[in-house]
């Protein structure tokens, strides 16, 4: 039995996690591994999803806006899900709410990236969580990719490290607590796919460390614990550690290394 659950909480600031804001997170960034961790750039989410899916670089795959203008790269791409997909290893993808225009190309860009499923499961990062873990509990071997998108639309309402983005922490860290009843059998990855308010309060795009650092934490079995990578990590790195710890090889086009530091012993062969 092999399973991973990676938490995406958009927006998410690694400075937003407390004690007083999300205690879950800090209790997991403590008593397991966690890093310091950039994304790419752009610092936005089309461009840092594109590269989770793919394991590239945005300057690599293309996709910086919405749209289907880059799928055609994807026939020179190995997207994570398909290289799982190969060795029967199913993946679902879990997020909110999706407008009726905005499903087709929701579901174009997961259908060719590999993905298995596509869910959407409401408005809420508890609802979204209540379903990831359903689906963990009644699979194997499967990767189930949780996209919490509270923080990020808190920030770009009311501005990033106000009280209303604060209580979105709040909410999605809750979210994330329900899910710690995995760790049992279950990898956990929380990451976000960028910060923001360094520049403008209220956006995340421009070149600045209050957008471009993210939280990344690694909990559940095998992983060291109170552990603290050391130098920067970065999102491109996650997808290799992600197959490393299926115990599948990562293919040589991926930019990111696997992170072996953050397990003990290394992932190998986890299905075996």
């Known amino acids: 039995m092999a399973r991973c659950l990676i ?28 890093a310091h961790a950039m994304t790419v750039r752009p610092s936005v989410t089309v461009a840092a999803l594109a590269s989770f899916a793919t394991g590239v670089s945005p300057r690599t ?19 994570l899900a398909k290289e799982l997909r190969a060795h029967r290893i199913s993946t679902t993808v879990v997020a ?27 408005r809420t990062a508890s609802s ?3 379903v990831a873990r359903g689906i963990v509990n009644a699979e194997e071997h499967c990767l189930v990719f949780a996209y919490l998108p509270d923080c990020d639309k808190a920030g770009h309402a009311h501005g990033w490290m106000t009280s209303s983005y604060l209580r979105a922490v709040s909410a999605v860290d809750a ?12 990898l956990l990855v929380v990451l976000a796919d960028h910060g923001g ?8 795009d421009h070149p600045h460390p209050l957008n471009d650092h993210i939280p990344l934490v690694f909990a559940g079995p095998g992983v060291r614990r109170r ?24 293919p040589d086009c991926y930019e990111g290394r696997p992170l072996v530091e953050a397990f003990a012993p290394p992932p190998a062969l986890a299905i075996a």
Do not use: N
Request: glycine share 12%; proline share 8%.
């Open 7 to 34: 938490v995406l909480a958009d927006g998410l600031r690694p400075d937003a996690i407390t004690t007083t804001h999300a205690p879950s997170l800090t209790a997991l960034s403590r008593d397991y591994t966690s």
């Open 61 to 79: 795959h293309g996709l910086v806006e919405p749209g289907l203008r880059f799928l055609p790269r994807l026939a020179d791409l190995r997207p």
């Open 96 to 122: 909110g709410s999706i407008g009726l225009r905005d499903r087709p190309i929701a579901w174009a860009l997961t259908a060719c990236a590999g993905v298995d499923r596509l869910i959407s499961a409401g």
């Open 128 to 130: 979204i969580a209540h």
């Open 175 to 186: 979210a994330i607590g329900s899910l710690t009843s995995v760790l049992g059998d279950t």
């Open 197 to 204: 308010g360094g520049g403008d309060p209220r956006d995340h």
């Open 227 to 250: 552990h603290g990578i050391a130098g920067t990590a970065s999102l491109l790195d996650v997808p290799p550690t992600i197959l490393q710890w299926f115990g599948v090889p990562v």
